[in-house]
T-cell receptor
Framework: GEDVEQSLFLSVREGDSSVINCTYT??????LYWYKQEPGAGLQLLTY?????DMKQDQRLTVLLNKKDKHLSLRIADTQTGDSAIYFC????????????FGTGTSLTVIP | DTGVSQDPRHKITKRGQNVTFRCDPI?????LYWYRQTLGQGPEFLTY????????KSRLLSDRFSAERPKGSFSTLEIQRTEQGDSAMYLC???????????????FGAGSRLTVL
């Protein structure tokens, strides 16, 4: 449950959609999360999905979960400059004492 | 409730000195976690408490590190004989326990940034 991988960088133009991807290795993961971190700040929970769901939508955010491929994605519609930040994928699994394990983060840059 | 508070926000110290960080979790949260984050990395788990009991410690937590939560409310993380490799952001997070939906969500503080010269 400790291997959570993300691509390091993503650049998009303001108004376009952003898709941030994450892969994990623990098939027993029960919850998967997306957190946002702005410079010098702690992590802010954006959304999370339970493993029996395929999709969750919350305003501009859409989370897709492919359990077979152990792939999680976060789509941000109509990306704004205020969305520029680092986005962390995290998973929680009973195999690892229900600890939360985080990916290395994807730095999203929104170009005006 | 003002969320999870951490103090100090920044600490610069010389190698070999001891430092202590404090975390005040959300008042009704009985789980408290410490994470370390270095540049370009995600948070790495250090330890967590359920009330005052320290239930798990990562292998990252060397014997120079000690964490306490004496009354099940605030927690302290002390690093003795600091080394340059200890330079990082130390993040505290809290959650409810049990099977409520709140037990599945970590709320983070803003972090305490340590620089060891």
């Amino acid at each position: 449950g400790e291997d959570v991988e993300q691509s390091l960088f993503l650049s998009v133009r303001e108004g376009d959609s952003s898709v941030i991807n994450c892969t994990y290795t623990d098939s027993s993961s029960t919850y998967l999360y997306w957190y946002k971190q702005e410079p010098g700040a702690g992590l802010q929970l954006l959304t999370y999905i339970f493993s029996n769901m395929d999709m969750k939508q919350d305003q501009r955010l859409t989370v897709l979960l492919n359990k077979k491929d152990k792939h999680l994605s976060l789509r941000i519609a109509d990306t704004q400059t205020g969305d520029s930040a680092i986005y962390f994928c995290a998973e929680r699994s009973p195999n690892t004492g229900n600890q939360f394990y985080f990916g290395t983060g994807t730095s999203l840059t929104v170009i005006p | 409730d003002t969320g999870v508070s951490q103090d100090p926000r920044h600490k610069i110290t010389k190698r070999g000195q001891n430092v202590t960080f404090r975390c005040d979790p959300i008042s009704e949260h009985n789980r408290l976690y410490w994470y370390r984050q270095t540049l370009g990395q995600g948070p790495e788990f250090l330890t967590y408490f359920q009330n005052e009991a320290q239930l798990e410690k990562s292998r990252l937590l060397s014997d120079r590190f000690s964490a306490e939560r004496p009354k099940g409310s605030f927690s302290t993380l002390e690093i003795q004989r600091t080394e340059q490799g200890d330079s990082a952001m130390y993040l505290c997070a809290s959650s409810l326990d049990g099977y409520s939906s709140g037990a599945n969500v970590l709320t983070f503080g803003a972090g305490s940034r340590l620089t060891v010269l």
